[in-house]
């Protein structure tokens, strides 16, 4: 089983959508969480992090579930513009950032 | 405030050849990493620097790869000699990390693209 697996998509969602997607890793014995944003052909840029009691900014919110192992992206009312790949990145105890697959997005006009 | 800077930006090099990859980290940036990033694959960490020593180079194929930031400030990363299954863009990235154990928000290069044929 891979440490960190996500849905390859794509996701196609017209303008004003709200998509939804799942990240779950391996290990329980995981320390911090993060979402990061990577456009075509560009390098990824952190999105945000991702906090135990969940959190929000602006349209995205961020959950995670320790007990079942898996992170979730949530975004409202989607632009053009968050057309990218969503990558979902674990950090375990003692170890580096694990980077998943990554989900690509196409939000449609 | 600048960014990572990596060069060069492209590169198409023929199989059993070398190439060198240069990062300049954030100023002040303690950890320095390299990632390894397939085409419709997430980044793989290589290796992780902090400071000048490293950190992390469980995943780098050694008897190819070799890296090294002499100074604690840029670093370069070396294939020697390549094959075509190292075809990817290599990503070097940069954190403040104070070595306290939190782990701070990487910054990201614009990456070098290697094609080997």
């Known amino acids: 089983r891979k440490e960190v697996e996500q849905d390859p998509g794509p996701f196609n969602v017209p303008e004003g959508a709200t998509v939804a997607f799942n990240c779950t890793y391996s290990n329980s014995a995981s320390q911090s969480f993060f979402w990061y944003r990577q456009d075509c052909r560009k390098e990824p840029k952190l999105l945000m992090s991702?906090?135990?009691s969940g959190n929000e900014d602006g349209r995205f919110t961020a959950q995670l579930n320790r007990a079942s192992q898996y992170i979730s992206l949530l975004i409202r009312d989607s632009k053009l513009s968050d057309s990218a790949t969503y990558l979902c990145?674990?950090?375990?105890?003692?170890?580096?950032?694990?980077f998943g697959p990554g989900t690509r997005l196409s939000v449609l006009p | 405030e600048a960014g990572v800077a990596q060069s060069p930006r492209y590169k198409i090099i023929e199989k059993r050849q070398s190439v060198a990859f240069w990062c300049n980290p954030i100023?002040?940036?303690?950890?320095l990493y390299w990632y390894q990033q397939i085409l419709g694959q997430g980044p793989k960490l290589l290796i992780q620097?902090?400071?000048?020593?490293?950190?992390?180079d469980s995943q780098l194929p050694k008897d190819r790869f070799s890296a090294e930031r002499l100074k604690g400030v840029d670093s370069t990363l070396k294939i020697q000699p390549a094959k075509l299954e190292d075809s990817a863009v290599y990503l070097c990235a940069s954190s403040l990390d104070p070595g306290t154990g939190v782990q701070y928000e990487q910054y990201f290069g614009p990456g070098t693209r290697l094609t080997v044929t």
């Open positions: 990145v674990v950090k375990w105890w003692g170890q580096n950032f694990v």
């Open positions: 100023s002040g940036h303690a950890t």
């Open positions: 620097f902090q400071n000048n020593g490293v950190v992390d």
């Open positions: 991702v906090y135990s």
